[in-house]
């Protein structure tokens, strides 16, 4: 049986930190700048009034049932559950497989049945997987797709979840023909098979829903290709790239423990500037112990997969941490930002800084004599803000958080290189003939989103060339462009989009927002705003190099880096410089690893750990 948690399967299968957007190929969405096609949304308004309605449900009454149900019901038992309502629904499947044609699945089928049913104690013991049996799946919506129906428009279900006009069709006839509808005094057993399947993936869900700037359009997305049956066209016509394809393994990150998140607290600081208030997640040490604040990277959220991933290791070697958003997150930019656009790295470092602080003063007032040493990593875009806040350390305030240490991850030494790298990477399909790019963009796209629902080590040797690894990855980061770029506009227009701006109705407003580059967010809003201030290009210029702070950050003993020679976003003389400025231990690079993409291997956790040695 369906339900409003369909979504955590989307979910799990869609890695929140790093959401692939997807495309219906019937879709009448207009093409611009190698975007992918979504399907169309026709009833976005009332979609989202139903999303808001299944969001509540879900973090309301699913996931604080959810953890209690967790805490009574051991894992196998669980297990079980599930595989018994696999088994039961046995006769749903093998009618859509004759509909189908599929008379080899549905031997099949009938044989694991038959196995689980006999061997398998009613099906709570799935035999015929230990003894290598296939395991076909089939549903209405499968079938619907079989016979030629294209989804023309989605649909967010009440209470179920999203969908299109396929799949809801499909949902109405698999509902017939469950068995539980034939069985009296079954129905109990129907629910509490369902609750037991989607409890599973809760937290996931819920992370993703809190740590999106925009969920529902993350759940549209990846419902539009999580729903097809069809598989794309797997081969390559290029060389691969090494540090893409491991950069775009950051996708399978997750924490080696599955509840490690429902450890953590939260809370929120207030911050002086706006009198408003930001979120932070912390996991806290039962004693005092050094404190590790984490920020990550651009237009990350607190619960993004490289926050959680760093914090396990961390807080496992004994390290208090503290995890906060990106300064070009909507979430900080709404509630601790005094600038109406980020990019300006004096103002974003700054505000980052008078959070830190913010923070800290509450977290000092709460837990007198817990919190020790503190240091500050920074992941990416949070690593720049990290030496560029360790270089003007002589500069900050008397009440601002001090840091024994600044650790920078994977940070970007030039933000103009690094913002031409992304923009060329977004245009990497422009190599493709005009005739057939946007179908190998929806190609692209289609196959990042099939493998990232398979096991981890599917990622070791990834299906992609070196056009569709760095355009996989360019379009990543015009989603966070998208984000920052309606969340500033939202509240302060600048009269450069044609298309108005609505909470209810964004699908054109983003369309419009994902054909514009980062070089055009600088041209066409950061510049033109921060001249009214009196900063002008050099000033970005000056600021936006780190080669500018060198004499600083080479005498600045607490900062140390750590990166692989291999990351796109540095350009080689960015690699001579990092070796002639931190000298000694102060600096690890790593031969491979792209950006991030070794992240959560042992060799740069224990690079971490080094480099913070003494704090404890």
């Known amino acids: 049986m369906p339900s409003v948690l369909l979504v955590a399967s989307l979910v799990a ?83 859509n497989e004759a509909l189908q044609g599929r008379w080899s699945d549905m031997g099949d089928d009938s044989l694991r049945f038959l196995t ?34 294209r989804p023309g428009a989605f649909l967010m279900l009440p209470f179920l979840g999203p969908s299109d006009d396929s799949h809801a069709t499909g949902l109405v006839f698999d509902e017939l023909v469950e068995p539980w509808n034939y069985v009296e005094d079954a129905r109990i057993l129907s629910y509490a098979t369902t609750y037991n399947r989607i409890v599973e ?58 509840d490690f998140i429902k450890f953590s607290r939260e809370s929120s600081a207030s911050i002086p500037d706006t009198g408003k208030k930001l979120k932070f997640t912390y996991w806290l040490q039962k004693s005092h112990a050094p404190v590790v604040y984490l920020a990550p990277g651009l237009g990350s959220n607190r619960l993004s997969t490289t926050n959680l991933v760093t914090a396990e290791y961390l807080f496992q070697k004994g390290f208090s941490v503290i995890a906060t958003t990106s300064v070009f997150h909507p979430h900080f930019m709404e509630k601790a930002s005094t600038a109406a656009l980020p990019a300006h790295p004096p103002t974003d470092s700054r505000e980052m800084l008078n959070a830190l602080s913010a923070i800290d003063r509450l977290m000092e007032k709460r837990h007198p004599g817990k919190l020790g040493p503190r240091a500050l990593i920074g992941l990416s875009m949070g690593g720049f ?56 963009v929806d190609n692209a796209v289609h196959k990042a989103a099939k493998v990232i629902q398979l096991p981890p080590e599917a990622m070791m040797n990834p299906p992609f060339d070196e056009v569709e690894s760095k355009y996989l990855i360019g379009l990543n980061f015009r989603l966070t462009l998208r984000d920052v770029l309606y969340s500033t506009q939202r509240r302060k ?56 702070a060198g004499e600083k950050l080479r005498s600045q003993s607490k900062a140390y880096v750590l990166t692989n020679e291999n990351d796109f976003l540095l350009h080689p003389e960015d690699i001579a410089w990092l070796r002639g400025t931190f000298k000694g231990s102060r600096l690890t690079m790593f031969p491979t690893g792209g950006h991030l993409g070794n992240l959560a291997s042992p060799p740069m956790q224990e690079a971490i750990f080094k480099a913070l040695s003494g704090l404890q």
């Not at 809003?525 to 600021?543: A, C, M, N, S």
């Open 13 to 95: 299968a869609c890695s929140p930190t790093n959401p692939l957007v997807t495309k219906n190929p019937v879709s009448n969405s207009p093409a611009s700048d190698n975007i992918p096609r979504f399907l169309p949304d026709p009833l976005e308004p009332v979609n989202r009034g139903i999303w808001v309605m299944n969001r509540g449900v879900l973090q309301g009454v699913i996931q604080p049932t959810s953890r209690v149900y967790h805490g009574i019901v051991p894992k196998p038992a669980r297990t079980s559950i599930r595989h018994f309502n696999h088994n039961v629904l046995f006769p749903g499947r093998v009618i």
């Open 116 to 149: 689980n049913t006999t061997v398998g104690v009613a099906g709570l013991f799935d035999v015929a997987s230990r003894w290598n049996m296939p395991r076909p799946k089939a549903d209405f919506g499968q079938t619907f797709s079989a016979w030629g129906w």
């Open 201 to 258: 993936s809760t937290e996931d869900a819920v992370r993703f829903i809190r740590s999106e700037a925009d969920a529902y359009a993350g759940v549209k997305y990846a419902w539009s290709y999580a729903s097809r049956e069809d598989e794309p066209d797997w081969s390559t016509t290029g060389p691969k790239d090494l540090a893409t394809i491991q950069t775009l393994g950051v996708a399978t990150f997750r924490a080696k423990d599955p």
């Open 385 to 440: 803000q990290a030496l560029y806040l360790s270089a003007r350390e002589n500069q900050q305030d008397a009440g601002q958080v001090r840091f024994e240490r600044y650790v920078a991850i994977n940070p970007p030494i030039n933000l103009h290189h690094g913002i031409e790298c992304l923009d060329q990477f977004h245009a990497a399909p422009d190599a493709w003939p005009a005739e057939t790019r946007q179908q190998r």
């Open 493 to 548: 227009d600048m009269g450069v989009l044609s298309t108005p701006i609505s909470p209810w109705r964004r699908d054109e407003a983003y369309q419009e927002m994902l054909g514009l580059s980062y070089r055009n967010y600088f041209d066409q809003f950061v510049l033109p705003y921060y001249q009214t201030k009196g900063i002008g290009i050099e000033d970005f210029k000056r600021h936006g190099d780190l080669h500018n």
